[in-house]
Structure formats: C-alpha cells, structure tokens
C-alpha cells in the first residue's frame, strides 16, 4: 500500500504563488514549480491535477488570504484616508517592493480578463479592491465625491503594482501617492459631504 504523503497546503499554494508571481503562468514550468514548492510533479498532479489547478489554487490563496488581509487592515470598516494610503505605501516598501509585482495584476497583464483560469481571481479582486476604496472615500470624503475618486484610485493602486516591476523610481511613486492623498484630504475638510 503506498503511503499518503502530507505537506502543508497553505505553504504550498503560498510558494507556487511566489513562484507564478515572479515568472508569470506561462513561464513557471514543472520544474520550477518543485523546486519552489518542495513537492515532486506527481504530488502537484495528484494535489492539484496540473499546473493549471495548481495555479487556481495559488490564486484564491492569494486573493483570500493576501490580498483581503491587506485589504481588512488598510481599507477596512475603521480606516480613513491615512490607513488607505498605507495600502499604496506598503507596495513600495520591502518586502512587496521586490520588483515582482502582485500576482493577480500580473495575472491581469498576462490573461487579460478573457474566462480560464485566473478569470474568477482577477474579477473577485477588482471587485474587492474597488468596493474597499469606496467604502472609505464614502466616510471620508462624501458619496458624491466618491464614485470619481474611487476610479482614480484604483487606477492609481493597480498603476503602482504594475510599475513597481518595471523599475520606475519608487520614489517618484510614494511622491505621486502622497499627493493624490494630500489632495483628498483637503477634499475631506471641505463642507457639504454627501
């Protein structure tokens, strides 16, 4: 009878998802992915079914675990415009700042938002990180404000992941992000918030 071999899953999923984050789906082959993940081929087979599984599964763990953690800390139901701009900051500092960027906007880059395997991710995250924005904008700012804003944030946020692999001076961005959130905190002081 063969033995059951066990590893810890979220160690895993959190290895491979480093691994697709820094090559890219396409690009992180088997061999790469066993190395990284201390699992044999057949084990990521019998786990997982194939790089592909194995790839949706490194992507919800991504998504639910970092991506809604950050989110829950920055963004959450008691931040204000200071915390939120720490989710821009914090990309821009180590160990986030490594030069590989964010594994569902790098899936974004690389799939686009065509349906496969990192569509359900890549919508799940969008919406996250957009209704996340909103939320805080909507206390600090007024609904009026918000909807406006909350587009250029996001645009900002996802700017920022995406630049942050392509060796623009992260300076030049914390610069950037500071002035957006300056700016909206003078919006914040003005009366009238709807």
């Given at each position: 009878?063969?033995r059951t071999r066990?590893?810890?899953?979220?160690?895993?999923l959190?290895?491979?998802?480093?691994?697709?984050?820094?090559?890219?789906?396409?690009d992180?082959?088997?061999?790469?992915?066993e190395?990284?993940t201390?699992?044999?081929?057949?084990?990521i087979?019998?786990?997982?079914?194939d790089?592909?599984?194995?790839?949706?599964a490194?992507?919800?763990?991504?998504?639910?675990?970092?991506?809604?953690?950050?989110?829950?800390?920055?963004?959450?139901?008691?931040?204000?415009?200071?915390?939120?701009?720490?989710?821009?900051?914090s990309?821009?500092?180590?160990?986030?700042?490594d030069g590989?960027?964010?594994l569902?906007?790098n899936?974004?880059?690389?799939?686009?938002m065509?349906p496969?395997?990192?569509?359900?991710g890549?919508?799940?995250t969008?919406?996250l990180v957009?209704?996340?924005?909103?939320?805080?904008?909507?206390?600090?700012?007024?609904?009026?404000?918000a909807?406006?804003?909350?587009m250029?944030l996001?645009?900002?946020?996802?700017?920022?992941?995406t630049?942050?692999?392509?060796?623009?001076s992260?300076?030049?961005?914390?610069a950037a992000?500071?002035?957006?959130?300056e700016?909206?905190?003078?919006a914040?002081?003005?009366?009238?918030?709807?």
């Open positions: 009878m063969a066990s590893f810890d899953r979220d160690a895993v959190a290895a491979a998802g480093n691994a697709f984050r820094q090559h890219g789906y396409r992180a082959s088997i061999a790469e992915l190395r990284a201390g699992l044999v081929s057949g084990s087979y019998n786990a997982f079914g790089k592909a599984g194995l790839f949706r490194a992507l919800e763990h991504y998504v639910h675990g970092f991506v809604r953690q950050r989110l829950a800390v920055f963004a959450g139901a008691d931040a204000g415009l200071d915390e939120l701009e720490q989710l821009y900051l990309v821009l500092a180590p160990p986030l700042s590989f960027g964010c569902v906007n899936s974004i880059i690389e799939f686009g065509a496969g395997i990192a569509s359900d890549i919508t799940e969008l919406t957009r209704e996340a924005i909103a939320s805080v904008l909507a206390r600090e700012i007024g609904t009026a404000k909807e406006v804003e909350t250029q996001v645009l900002l946020y996802h700017g920022v992941l630049l942050s692999r392509s060796g623009t992260l300076e030049a961005m914390r992000v500071n002035a957006t959130f700016r909206l905190r003078a914040r002081t003005q009366p009238n918030k709807q």
